[in-house]
């Protein structure tokens, strides 16, 4: 039996990366089902309840440093823990957790991450000392590959796979239909999905989802769901969009990353911001354009050779209706590419597990 102690950004709400924990879970499980897992959560009882693991405090230090000595491994990721874009102190964070499980004497896997933008000098070391200290490294996507060769790290223990994320399954209960009607959605509706979230500008994308979600319900009859996958955080934004809306439209709000991957699967395509909710697209095959506010967006587009990647800084609201035409005009045809385009990133995926099979293993 096995003592797992895992180090993200859980315990936030947010519907990526409860479904990255989901599927580290889900892998482990398969490993050792008798494993005892804690998880470093900002909200402990959710976690708890959640997952039917071992929570506690990921601010407390002594918390932390009793989960870092009673553990056999810890498992850092997924997600882009790695970057000084937003801040430092999250990444000093992050380094620390692994730097002080290796000094106990611990194993490392660096779970499924992306890294990067690393901007300042002081942090490319930290993330580099952190690298070298892990025993086994995969990594979402070339990008942050291609950092960590350029922070000198020269070891055979790295390997490219991709989001975790992509072999998790949808939920199949039948819950998503219920959650549907009372949202005013019925069997056979054509409807899109929206993904926003808070960022710079946000003045200016308010507006241009205003006026998209108009032009999806009018020109083409769909209605329009918005899935907040970090709540309540996303909520906000929304309803200042739907407040400049001429339009109805629902927000599904306090429902699991597989309830919305279910959702997501019914819809004619996603229009988003946010990652994860373009991972659970392409994940159920379903047709996206994102409004790409940062690389890691680019980089999914990229990877899964869709075309449809308007940006916040660049795209004018008419490059991103002319785009919606495009797609809207060949959405079978975008769902077969797409199908076709995941195969090998899934399978890319499920490597996630087998590199985590050698680190119980050494």
Known sequence: MSNILLSGYYGYNNAGDEAILKSIINNIKQIDKDAVITVLSDNV???????????????????????????????????????DK??????????????FAKFFGKKVMIYANGIGPLNKPKNRKRVKKAIENADIITLRDQEALDT????????????????PVFCLQEDESGSVNEILEKSGISIGDRFVVLSVRNWENKGKFIDIFAKTADYINTKYKQKVIFLPLQF?????VIKEIQSKMQSKSVIIQDISPMQMMSIIK?????????????????????????YSYDSKVDNLMNQIKMPYNCSLEKSTLQDILDTIDKVENNLSG??????ENTRLIKQKSQENLDFMKQIFSL
């Open 148 to 163: 960590v060769k350029s922070l000198g790290v020269d070891r055979k223990n790295i390997y490219l796979t991709t989001d």
């Open 45 to 83: 009882e959710f976690t708890k309840k959640k997952y039917s693991i071992n929570a506690t405090k990921r601010f407390n230090p002594f918390s932390i440093l009793a989960s870092l000595l009673s553990c056999d491994i810890l498992i850092s990721g997924g997600g882009t823990l790695f970057q």
């Open 232 to 236: 309540p955080h996303d909520v906000s």
């Open 334 to 339: 975008i769902k077969e590419d797409l199908i």
């Open 86 to 99: 937003t801040s430092t102190r999250s990444l000093v964070y992050y380094t620390s957790i692994i730097n």
């Open 266 to 290: 019914k819809a004619d395509y996603v229009f988003a911001m946010r990652l994860h909710a373009l991972i659970f697209a392409a994940n159920m095959g379903t047709p996206m354009i994102s």
